[in-house]
Protein backbone atom coordinates (compact mmCIF):
# COMPACT_ATOMS: atom_id res chain seq x y z
CA UNK A 1 0.00 0.00 0.00
CA UNK A 2 1.66 3.83 -0.61
CA UNK A 3 1.36 5.81 2.13
CA UNK A 4 -1.29 8.42 0.08
CA UNK A 5 -3.73 5.42 -0.45
CA UNK A 6 -4.62 5.53 3.36
CA UNK A 7 -4.31 4.10 6.59
CA UNK A 8 -2.46 0.13 6.57
CA UNK A 9 -5.09 -1.03 8.99
CA UNK A 10 -3.21 -4.89 10.18
CA UNK A 11 0.45 -3.14 9.57
CA UNK A 12 -0.69 -0.05 12.53
CA UNK A 13 -3.02 -2.95 14.63
CA UNK A 14 0.55 -5.14 15.21
CA UNK A 15 2.76 -1.86 15.35
CA UNK A 16 0.36 -0.68 18.34
CA UNK A 17 0.21 -3.83 19.67
CA UNK A 18 4.08 -4.41 19.81
CA UNK A 19 4.30 -0.58 21.32
CA UNK A 20 2.04 -1.46 23.96
CA UNK A 21 3.70 -4.48 24.96
CA UNK A 22 7.21 -2.93 25.02
CA UNK A 23 5.55 0.13 27.29
CA UNK A 24 4.29 -1.94 29.69
CA UNK A 25 7.76 -3.67 29.76
CA UNK A 26 9.37 -0.28 30.33
CA UNK A 27 7.16 0.25 33.30
CA UNK A 28 7.61 -3.18 34.79
CA UNK A 29 11.20 -2.71 34.65
CA UNK A 30 11.64 -0.38 37.68
CA UNK A 31 10.44 -3.16 39.44
CA UNK A 32 13.46 -5.85 37.86
CA UNK A 33 15.88 -6.34 40.16
CA UNK A 34 14.74 -3.24 41.98
CA UNK A 35 17.45 -1.76 45.19
CA UNK A 36 16.57 -0.52 48.16
CA UNK A 37 15.89 3.20 46.51
CA UNK A 38 16.19 4.38 42.80
CA UNK A 39 17.37 7.61 43.95
CA UNK A 40 20.82 7.73 43.10
CA UNK A 41 22.24 8.17 40.07
CA UNK A 42 23.98 4.57 40.07
CA UNK A 43 20.83 3.45 40.53
CA UNK A 44 18.76 5.02 38.17
CA UNK A 45 21.33 6.66 35.29
CA UNK A 46 23.48 3.37 35.38
CA UNK A 47 21.23 0.62 36.46
CA UNK A 48 22.78 -0.27 39.43
CA UNK A 49 26.56 -0.97 37.31
CA UNK A 50 24.77 -4.53 37.35
CA UNK A 51 24.31 -5.59 33.70
CA UNK A 52 26.00 -9.23 32.83
CA UNK A 53 27.26 -9.75 29.31
CA UNK A 54 23.92 -10.68 27.46
CA UNK A 55 22.19 -7.16 29.49
CA UNK A 56 24.91 -5.28 28.54
CA UNK A 57 25.40 -6.83 24.67
CA UNK A 58 21.67 -6.01 23.78
CA UNK A 59 21.80 -2.54 25.52
CA UNK A 60 25.21 -1.40 23.47
CA UNK A 61 23.00 -3.11 20.49
CA UNK A 62 19.72 -0.98 21.04
CA UNK A 63 21.70 1.75 21.90
CA UNK A 64 24.51 1.91 18.87
CA UNK A 65 22.55 0.62 16.37
CA UNK A 66 19.65 3.12 16.48
CA UNK A 67 16.13 3.42 14.22
CA UNK A 68 17.94 6.00 12.00
CA UNK A 69 20.67 2.95 11.25
CA UNK A 70 17.50 1.33 9.94
CA UNK A 71 16.48 4.58 8.42
CA UNK A 72 19.31 6.14 7.36
CA UNK A 73 22.10 3.97 6.18
CA UNK A 74 19.47 2.04 3.81
CA UNK A 75 18.34 5.52 2.21
CA UNK A 76 21.55 6.45 1.65
CA UNK A 77 22.47 3.31 -0.10
CA UNK A 78 19.46 4.07 -2.41
CA UNK A 79 20.13 7.55 -2.81
CA UNK A 80 23.48 7.87 -3.14
CA UNK A 81 24.97 4.33 -3.30
CA UNK A 82 28.32 3.44 -1.09
CA UNK A 83 30.43 6.28 -0.49
CA UNK A 84 26.97 8.07 1.47
CA UNK A 85 25.74 4.45 2.61
CA UNK A 86 28.27 1.62 3.27
CA UNK A 87 31.08 2.85 5.24
CA UNK A 88 29.01 2.51 8.41
CA UNK A 89 29.85 -1.22 8.04
CA UNK A 90 33.77 -0.85 7.87
CA UNK A 91 32.98 1.47 10.76
CA UNK A 92 31.33 -0.22 13.25
CA UNK A 93 34.22 -3.20 12.22
CA UNK A 94 36.77 -1.15 13.09
CA UNK A 95 34.90 0.53 16.19
CA UNK A 96 35.02 -2.76 18.00
CA UNK A 97 39.21 -3.61 18.62
CA UNK A 98 38.96 0.46 19.48
CA UNK A 99 36.72 -0.31 22.18
CA UNK A 100 38.08 -3.20 23.40
CA UNK A 101 41.41 -1.23 24.20
CA UNK A 102 40.38 1.49 26.30
CA UNK A 103 36.74 0.83 27.11
CA UNK A 104 37.80 -1.37 29.85
CA UNK A 105 40.38 1.29 31.61
CA UNK A 106 37.89 3.63 31.24
CA UNK A 107 35.37 1.39 32.93
CA UNK A 108 37.76 0.11 35.87
CA UNK A 109 38.60 4.11 36.99
CA UNK A 110 34.98 5.14 36.45
CA UNK A 111 34.47 2.66 39.34
CA UNK A 112 37.06 2.96 41.16
CA UNK A 113 35.89 6.61 41.80
CA UNK A 114 32.19 6.26 41.11
CA UNK A 115 32.21 8.01 37.68
CA UNK A 116 28.86 8.55 36.27
CA UNK A 117 30.10 10.83 32.77
CA UNK A 118 32.98 10.97 30.72
CA UNK A 119 33.37 14.45 31.84
CA UNK A 120 33.95 13.24 35.60
CA UNK A 121 36.78 11.24 34.15
CA UNK A 122 38.08 14.45 32.59
CA UNK A 123 37.81 16.54 35.62
CA UNK A 124 39.15 13.86 38.66
CA UNK A 125 42.23 13.34 35.88
CA UNK A 126 42.72 16.91 35.25
CA UNK A 127 41.63 18.82 37.95
CA UNK A 128 40.21 21.04 35.48
CA UNK A 129 36.81 22.25 36.02
CA UNK A 130 36.86 24.20 32.11
CA UNK A 131 37.93 20.92 30.27
CA UNK A 132 35.60 19.07 32.08
CA UNK A 133 32.83 21.42 31.40
CA UNK A 134 33.90 21.30 27.44
CA UNK A 135 33.86 17.92 27.57
CA UNK A 136 30.00 18.18 29.48
CA UNK A 137 28.71 20.42 27.12
CA UNK A 138 29.84 19.02 23.82
CA UNK A 139 28.82 15.52 24.57
CA UNK A 140 25.16 17.38 25.87
CA UNK A 141 24.62 19.30 22.46
CA UNK A 142 26.29 16.32 20.49
CA UNK A 143 23.15 14.18 21.51
CA UNK A 144 20.31 16.54 21.30
CA UNK A 145 19.79 15.78 17.56
CA UNK A 146 20.58 12.33 17.98
CA UNK A 147 17.74 12.19 20.39
CA UNK A 148 15.37 13.94 17.67
CA UNK A 149 16.23 11.79 15.03
CA UNK A 150 15.62 8.55 16.83
CA UNK A 151 11.91 10.54 16.85
CA UNK A 152 12.27 10.97 12.87
CA UNK A 153 12.09 7.53 12.76
CA UNK A 154 9.25 6.78 14.32
CA UNK A 155 7.84 9.23 12.30
CA UNK A 156 8.47 7.56 9.09
CA UNK A 157 7.34 4.37 10.55
CA UNK A 158 3.79 6.02 11.01
CA UNK A 159 3.81 8.05 8.05
CA UNK A 160 4.26 5.15 5.65
CA UNK A 161 1.48 3.13 7.70
CA UNK A 162 -0.69 6.27 6.70
CA UNK A 163 -0.72 7.77 10.40
CA UNK A 164 -0.16 11.60 10.74
CA UNK A 165 -1.58 12.87 7.76
CA UNK A 166 -4.51 16.12 7.65
CA UNK A 167 -3.89 19.87 8.14
CA UNK A 168 -4.52 19.67 12.11
CA UNK A 169 -1.65 20.58 13.72
CA UNK A 170 -2.83 18.40 16.89
CA UNK A 171 -4.38 15.42 14.88
CA UNK A 172 -0.98 15.55 12.11
CA UNK A 173 1.74 14.83 15.34
CA UNK A 174 -0.56 13.55 17.62
CA UNK A 175 0.63 9.65 17.14
CA UNK A 176 4.49 10.99 17.73
CA UNK A 177 3.02 12.72 20.55
CA UNK A 178 1.68 9.70 22.21
CA UNK A 179 4.73 7.79 21.80
CA UNK A 180 6.50 10.27 23.72
CA UNK A 181 4.93 11.08 26.39
CA UNK A 182 5.12 6.83 26.62
CA UNK A 183 9.07 7.22 26.45
CA UNK A 184 9.49 10.00 28.96
CA UNK A 185 6.86 8.04 31.44
CA UNK A 186 8.88 4.95 32.07
CA UNK A 187 12.17 6.60 31.43
CA UNK A 188 11.35 8.26 34.49
CA UNK A 189 10.05 5.69 36.95
CA UNK A 190 12.66 2.84 35.24
CA UNK A 191 15.67 4.70 34.70
CA UNK A 192 18.58 3.12 32.12
CA UNK A 193 16.68 -0.48 32.96
CA UNK A 194 13.72 0.57 31.08
CA UNK A 195 15.58 0.20 27.60
CA UNK A 196 17.94 -2.62 29.24
CA UNK A 197 14.61 -4.79 29.04
CA UNK A 198 13.16 -3.80 25.88
CA UNK A 199 16.40 -3.87 23.50
CA UNK A 200 15.42 -7.86 24.05
CA UNK A 201 11.97 -7.43 22.26
CA UNK A 202 13.99 -4.85 19.59
CA UNK A 203 16.99 -6.55 19.15
CA UNK A 204 14.87 -10.07 18.68
CA UNK A 205 12.66 -7.88 16.29
CA UNK A 206 15.45 -6.65 14.37
CA UNK A 207 17.32 -9.44 13.30
CA UNK A 208 14.13 -11.60 12.57
CA UNK A 209 12.83 -8.61 10.26
CA UNK A 210 16.65 -8.78 8.34
CA UNK A 211 17.08 -12.19 8.05
CA UNK A 212 13.47 -12.64 6.34
CA UNK A 213 13.96 -10.12 4.30
CA UNK A 214 17.39 -11.00 2.93
CA UNK A 215 15.90 -14.61 2.31
CA UNK A 216 12.43 -13.51 0.91
CA UNK A 217 12.86 -10.21 -1.02
CA UNK A 218 15.79 -11.53 -3.51
CA UNK A 219 13.84 -13.81 -5.26
CA UNK A 220 11.26 -11.76 -5.74
CA UNK A 221 13.16 -8.98 -7.48
CA UNK A 222 15.44 -10.90 -9.88
CA UNK A 223 17.97 -12.17 -7.48
CA UNK A 224 21.16 -10.72 -6.09
CA UNK A 225 22.57 -10.16 -10.11
CA UNK A 226 19.42 -8.11 -10.39
CA UNK A 227 19.37 -6.14 -7.93
CA UNK A 228 23.66 -4.84 -8.31
CA UNK A 229 23.08 -4.02 -11.99
CA UNK A 230 19.79 -1.45 -10.87
CA UNK A 231 21.61 -0.37 -8.24
CA UNK A 232 24.96 0.17 -10.54
CA UNK A 233 22.43 1.87 -13.58
CA UNK A 234 21.04 4.27 -11.17
CA UNK A 235 23.83 5.21 -9.19
CA UNK A 236 25.65 5.79 -12.80
CA UNK A 237 22.31 8.02 -14.63
CA UNK A 238 22.85 11.72 -14.33
CA UNK A 239 21.54 13.72 -11.04
CA UNK A 240 19.50 16.98 -13.39
CA UNK A 241 19.56 18.76 -10.38
CA UNK A 242 23.58 18.58 -10.15
CA UNK A 243 24.34 17.68 -13.57
CA UNK A 244 26.52 14.67 -11.79
CA UNK A 245 25.87 11.04 -11.91
CA UNK A 246 23.41 10.28 -8.64
CA UNK A 247 26.25 8.60 -6.46
CA UNK A 248 28.78 5.60 -6.49
CA UNK A 249 28.23 1.94 -6.99
CA UNK A 250 31.93 1.19 -5.77
CA UNK A 251 34.03 4.26 -4.27
CA UNK A 252 36.50 5.73 -6.85
CA UNK A 253 39.70 6.30 -6.30
CA UNK A 254 39.01 10.00 -6.10
CA UNK A 255 36.61 8.82 -3.16
CA UNK A 256 38.81 6.93 -1.06
CA UNK A 257 39.71 9.37 1.57
CA UNK A 258 36.84 9.90 2.02
CA UNK A 259 35.08 6.64 2.36
CA UNK A 260 38.49 6.09 4.09
CA UNK A 261 38.02 8.83 7.18
CA UNK A 262 34.23 8.59 7.23
CA UNK A 263 34.75 5.22 8.59
CA UNK A 264 37.74 6.01 10.66
CA UNK A 265 36.20 9.03 12.16
CA UNK A 266 33.14 7.82 13.01
CA UNK A 267 34.45 4.37 14.44
CA UNK A 268 36.63 6.84 16.57
CA UNK A 269 33.58 9.73 18.03
CA UNK A 270 30.70 6.89 18.59
CA UNK A 271 31.83 5.94 22.39
CA UNK A 272 32.31 9.60 22.41
CA UNK A 273 29.07 10.07 23.07
CA UNK A 274 27.01 10.01 26.38
CA UNK A 275 25.07 7.32 25.80
CA UNK A 276 28.05 4.81 24.43
CA UNK A 277 29.74 5.47 27.54
CA UNK A 278 26.67 5.21 29.82
CA UNK A 279 25.75 1.53 28.90
CA UNK A 280 28.61 0.73 28.79
CA UNK A 281 29.43 2.05 32.33
CA UNK A 282 26.25 -0.18 33.55
CA UNK A 283 28.07 -3.38 32.88
CA UNK A 284 29.23 -5.21 36.17
CA UNK A 285 32.61 -5.72 35.25
CA UNK A 286 35.62 -4.94 33.27
CA UNK A 287 35.76 -8.64 31.15
CA UNK A 288 32.24 -7.91 30.51
CA UNK A 289 33.09 -4.96 28.08
CA UNK A 290 36.21 -6.69 26.63
CA UNK A 291 33.43 -9.76 25.34
CA UNK A 292 31.62 -7.51 24.31
CA UNK A 293 33.75 -5.60 22.44
CA UNK A 294 34.03 -9.44 20.84
CA UNK A 295 30.55 -10.51 19.75
CA UNK A 296 29.36 -6.55 19.38
CA UNK A 297 30.42 -7.39 15.85
CA UNK A 298 27.45 -9.75 15.05
CA UNK A 299 25.39 -6.13 14.66
CA UNK A 300 27.79 -5.53 12.09
CA UNK A 301 26.82 -8.20 10.16
CA UNK A 302 23.09 -6.93 10.44
CA UNK A 303 24.02 -3.65 9.46
CA UNK A 304 25.66 -5.37 5.74
CA UNK A 305 22.61 -6.68 5.34
CA UNK A 306 20.08 -4.08 6.30
CA UNK A 307 22.77 -1.81 3.87
CA UNK A 308 22.33 -3.80 0.72
CA UNK A 309 17.83 -3.41 1.07
CA UNK A 310 18.64 -0.11 -0.13
CA UNK A 311 19.76 -1.54 -3.35
CA UNK A 312 16.87 -3.90 -3.10
CA UNK A 313 14.20 -0.90 -3.50
CA UNK A 314 16.03 0.13 -6.19
CA UNK A 315 15.36 -3.14 -8.05
CA UNK A 316 12.22 -3.45 -6.72
CA UNK A 317 11.30 0.08 -7.68
CA UNK A 318 10.01 1.26 -4.54
CA UNK A 319 8.84 4.48 -4.73
CA UNK A 320 9.41 6.81 -1.28
CA UNK A 321 6.56 9.15 -1.12
CA UNK A 322 5.57 11.64 1.54
CA UNK A 323 2.38 12.21 2.43
CA UNK A 324 3.02 15.38 1.74
CA UNK A 325 3.40 13.92 -1.96
CA UNK A 326 7.37 14.36 -1.76
CA UNK A 327 9.77 12.01 -2.65
CA UNK A 328 11.42 11.28 0.61
CA UNK A 329 14.44 8.87 0.57
CA UNK A 330 14.15 8.14 4.57
CA UNK A 331 10.50 6.27 4.40
CA UNK A 332 12.68 3.60 1.80
CA UNK A 333 12.38 0.68 4.19
CA UNK A 334 9.15 1.12 5.78
CA UNK A 335 7.73 1.54 1.93
CA UNK A 336 9.95 -1.62 0.73
CA UNK A 337 8.06 -3.66 3.57
CA UNK A 338 4.66 -2.43 3.17
CA UNK A 339 4.89 -3.41 -0.86
CA UNK A 340 6.61 -6.45 -0.68
CA UNK A 341 5.30 -8.04 2.20
CA UNK A 342 1.87 -8.97 3.53
CA UNK A 343 0.23 -6.43 6.03
CA UNK A 344 0.64 -8.85 9.19
CA UNK A 345 4.77 -8.99 9.07
CA UNK A 346 5.08 -5.00 7.31
CA UNK A 347 3.67 -4.10 11.07
CA UNK A 348 6.00 -6.26 12.13
CA UNK A 349 9.28 -4.59 10.18
CA UNK A 350 7.27 -1.08 11.41
CA UNK A 351 7.67 -2.30 15.43
CA UNK A 352 11.36 -3.09 14.78
CA UNK A 353 12.09 0.55 13.83
CA UNK A 354 10.26 1.65 16.05
CA UNK A 355 11.01 0.03 19.45
CA UNK A 356 14.47 0.92 17.81
CA UNK A 357 14.05 4.01 18.55
CA UNK A 358 12.69 3.72 22.01
CA UNK A 359 15.75 1.73 23.15
CA UNK A 360 18.36 4.71 21.96
CA UNK A 361 16.06 7.95 22.84
CA UNK A 362 15.99 6.63 26.05
CA UNK A 363 19.64 5.70 26.90
CA UNK A 364 21.12 9.07 25.39
CA UNK A 365 17.88 10.77 27.56
CA UNK A 366 19.35 9.63 30.35
CA UNK A 367 22.97 10.30 29.53
CA UNK A 368 22.22 13.89 28.77
CA UNK A 369 20.44 13.96 32.41
CA UNK A 370 23.34 12.82 34.03
CA UNK A 371 26.18 15.02 32.24
CA UNK A 372 23.83 17.87 33.13
CA UNK A 373 23.64 16.87 36.72
CA UNK A 374 26.61 15.97 37.20
CA UNK A 375 28.96 18.34 35.31
CA UNK A 376 26.74 21.64 35.28
CA UNK A 377 24.16 21.13 37.92
CA UNK A 378 26.53 19.74 40.71
CA UNK A 379 29.90 21.04 39.39
CA UNK A 380 28.79 24.69 38.89
CA UNK A 381 25.37 25.53 40.39
CA UNK A 382 25.30 23.31 43.75
CA UNK A 383 28.51 21.61 44.44
CA UNK A 384 27.05 20.19 47.78
CA UNK A 385 23.72 18.52 46.13
CA UNK A 386 23.12 15.06 47.21
CA UNK A 387 22.36 11.75 45.52
CA UNK A 388 18.67 11.94 46.26
CA UNK A 389 19.08 15.10 44.95
CA UNK A 390 21.34 14.68 41.94
CA UNK A 391 18.58 11.91 40.70
CA UNK A 392 15.82 14.18 41.09
CA UNK A 393 17.44 16.74 38.72
CA UNK A 394 18.46 14.08 36.36
CA UNK A 395 14.94 12.66 35.89
CA UNK A 396 13.15 15.92 35.31
CA UNK A 397 16.16 17.23 32.91
CA UNK A 398 15.62 13.79 31.13
CA UNK A 399 11.96 14.93 30.33
CA UNK A 400 13.31 18.30 29.16
CA UNK A 401 15.35 16.89 26.87
CA UNK A 402 13.18 14.46 25.02
CA UNK A 403 10.35 17.58 24.86
CA UNK A 404 13.55 19.81 23.08
CA UNK A 405 13.92 16.97 21.03
CA UNK A 406 10.52 16.30 20.45
CA UNK A 407 10.44 19.77 19.38
CA UNK A 408 13.19 19.62 17.16
CA UNK A 409 11.42 17.19 14.96
CA UNK A 410 8.06 19.32 14.63
CA UNK A 411 9.70 22.54 14.22
CA UNK A 412 12.91 21.93 11.70
CA UNK A 413 12.85 20.93 7.89
CA UNK A 414 14.19 17.23 8.33
CA UNK A 415 17.17 17.56 6.17
CA UNK A 416 18.06 20.21 8.77
CA UNK A 417 18.24 18.52 11.32
CA UNK A 418 19.88 15.34 9.68
CA UNK A 419 22.91 17.82 8.32
CA UNK A 420 22.85 19.40 12.43
CA UNK A 421 23.46 15.44 13.49
CA UNK A 422 26.49 15.73 11.41
CA UNK A 423 27.83 18.61 13.51
CA UNK A 424 27.35 16.18 16.26
CA UNK A 425 30.12 13.63 14.84
CA UNK A 426 32.32 16.61 14.12
CA UNK A 427 31.87 17.64 18.30
CA UNK A 428 31.80 15.05 19.91
CA UNK A 429 35.24 13.60 18.16
CA UNK A 430 37.15 16.79 19.87
CA UNK A 431 36.63 15.23 23.11
CA UNK A 432 38.87 12.51 22.28
CA UNK A 433 42.27 13.76 23.33
CA UNK A 434 40.72 14.42 26.83
CA UNK A 435 38.91 11.33 27.11
CA UNK A 436 40.81 8.32 25.49
CA UNK A 437 44.88 10.23 25.90
CA UNK A 438 44.03 10.54 30.04
CA UNK A 439 43.55 6.81 29.90
CA UNK A 440 47.18 6.04 29.33
CA UNK A 441 49.27 9.04 29.78
CA UNK A 442 48.99 12.62 31.35
CA UNK A 443 51.76 14.47 29.34
CA UNK A 444 48.87 16.27 27.33
CA UNK A 445 49.08 19.39 29.61
CA UNK A 446 45.14 20.16 30.73
CA UNK A 447 45.01 23.73 29.17
CA UNK A 448 46.48 22.64 25.76
CA UNK A 449 43.78 20.47 25.47
CA UNK A 450 41.09 22.81 26.45
CA UNK A 451 42.23 25.44 23.98
CA UNK A 452 43.38 22.43 21.02
CA UNK A 453 39.03 21.79 21.70
CA UNK A 454 38.11 24.86 21.06
CA UNK A 455 39.90 25.23 18.04
CA UNK A 456 38.78 21.39 16.68
CA UNK A 457 35.18 22.69 17.48
CA UNK A 458 35.58 26.19 15.83
CA UNK A 459 36.97 24.83 12.71
CA UNK A 460 34.79 22.03 12.11
CA UNK A 461 31.87 23.98 12.71
CA UNK A 462 32.69 26.51 10.13
CA UNK A 463 33.74 23.56 7.47
CA UNK A 464 30.63 22.04 7.93
CA UNK A 465 29.05 25.31 7.75
CA UNK A 466 30.60 26.15 4.36
CA UNK A 467 29.43 22.77 2.98
CA UNK A 468 26.30 24.12 0.45
CA UNK A 469 23.94 21.46 -0.52
CA UNK A 470 23.99 21.48 -4.32
CA UNK A 471 19.94 20.85 -4.50
CA UNK A 472 18.63 22.94 -1.65
CA UNK A 473 21.66 25.31 -1.27
CA UNK A 474 21.72 25.39 2.27
CA UNK A 475 24.71 25.21 4.27
CA UNK A 476 25.49 22.46 6.53
CA UNK A 477 24.94 20.25 3.45
CA UNK A 478 27.05 17.50 4.47
CA UNK A 479 30.21 16.21 6.91
CA UNK A 480 33.08 16.33 3.97
CA UNK A 481 34.75 18.82 2.63
CA UNK A 482 38.82 19.80 1.49
CA UNK A 483 41.19 18.77 3.70
CA UNK A 484 44.12 21.02 4.14
CA UNK A 485 47.68 20.02 2.79
CA UNK A 486 46.48 16.60 1.34
CA UNK A 487 43.94 18.55 -1.09
CA UNK A 488 41.51 15.36 -1.03
CA UNK A 489 38.01 15.06 0.39
CA UNK A 490 37.65 14.18 3.71
CA UNK A 491 35.19 13.68 6.41
CA UNK A 492 35.41 17.26 8.67
CA UNK A 493 35.18 15.75 12.10
CA UNK A 494 38.57 13.77 11.47
CA UNK A 495 40.52 16.70 9.78
CA UNK A 496 39.04 19.07 12.36
CA UNK A 497 40.83 15.83 15.07
CA UNK A 498 44.22 16.35 14.03
CA UNK A 499 44.13 19.74 14.12
CA UNK A 500 42.78 19.56 17.74
CA UNK A 501 45.68 16.89 18.49
CA UNK A 502 48.74 19.19 17.08
CA UNK A 503 47.54 22.39 18.51
CA UNK A 504 47.46 20.40 22.21
CA UNK A 505 50.68 19.17 21.34
CA UNK A 506 52.81 22.18 20.48
CA UNK A 507 50.84 24.19 23.47
CA UNK A 508 51.95 21.33 25.58
CA UNK A 509 55.47 21.91 24.95
CA UNK A 510 55.26 25.93 25.84
CA UNK A 511 53.06 25.03 28.71
CA UNK A 512 55.24 22.67 30.28
CA UNK A 513 58.27 25.05 29.67
CA UNK A 514 56.39 27.70 31.00
CA UNK A 515 56.14 25.71 34.34
CA UNK A 516 51.88 26.20 33.98
CA UNK A 517 49.93 24.87 37.13
CA UNK A 518 48.85 21.30 35.71
CA UNK A 519 46.50 19.99 38.20
CA UNK A 520 46.09 17.41 40.39
CA UNK A 521 45.08 13.69 39.46
CA UNK A 522 42.97 12.14 41.81
CA UNK A 523 43.84 8.78 40.25
CA UNK A 524 46.59 6.36 40.53
CA UNK A 525 48.00 3.60 38.46
CA UNK A 526 46.32 0.81 39.64
CA UNK A 527 42.30 2.30 39.24
CA UNK A 528 42.88 1.66 35.65
CA UNK A 529 43.35 -2.54 35.74
CA UNK A 530 40.55 -2.39 38.70
CA UNK A 531 38.01 -4.40 38.70
CA UNK A 532 34.33 -5.25 40.70
CA UNK A 533 34.51 -6.22 43.91
CA UNK A 534 38.95 -5.97 43.48
CA UNK A 535 39.73 -5.16 47.36
CA UNK A 536 43.21 -3.89 46.63
CA UNK A 537 41.43 -0.84 44.84
CA UNK A 538 38.48 -0.20 47.18
CA UNK A 539 37.81 3.40 47.70
CA UNK A 540 38.01 3.80 51.61
CA UNK A 541 36.76 7.33 52.82
CA UNK A 542 40.02 8.89 55.32
CA UNK A 543 38.65 12.69 55.46
CA UNK A 544 36.17 15.48 54.68
CA UNK A 545 38.17 15.36 50.85
CA UNK A 546 40.43 13.09 50.22
CA UNK A 547 40.32 9.65 50.06
CA UNK A 548 43.14 6.96 49.26
CA UNK A 549 43.06 3.27 47.57
CA UNK A 550 43.00 -0.20 50.50
CA UNK A 551 46.36 -1.68 48.79
Do not use: C
Not at 243 to 248: D, I, T, Y
Not at 420 to 449: D, E, K, M, N, S
Amino acid sequence: MNTQTGVNGVALAVLIFFFVVVAGAGFWASRWRRPTSMESLDEWGLGGRSFGTWITWFLLGGDLYTAYTFVAVPAAMFAFGAVNGFFAVPYTIVLYPIIFVFMARLWSVSHRHGYVTPADFVQGRSGSRGLSLAVAVTGFLATMPYIALQLVGIQAVLEVAGVGGGDNVLAKDLPLLVAFLVLALYTYTSGLRAPAIIAFVKDILIYLVIIVAVIYLPSKVGGWDNIFDSAKEKMAATNPATGKPNGAFVPAAAQYWAYGTLALGSALALFMYPHSITATLSAKSRNTIRKNAAILPAYSFVLGLLALLGWVAIAAGTKPIGLDGKPNAQLVIPQLFEDMFPSWFAGVAFAAIAIGALVPAAIMSIAAANTFTRNIYKAWLKPDATTEQEAKVSKLTSLVVKAFALVFVLTLDKSNAINFQLLGGIWILQTFPAIVFYLYTRWFHRRALLIGWAVGMVYGTIAAYNVVNPVTKSNFGGSVANIPVIGQMGYIALTAFVINVLVAAVLTFAFRAGKVDEGRDETIPADYFADAGDPRVEKLPVGPHETTPSV
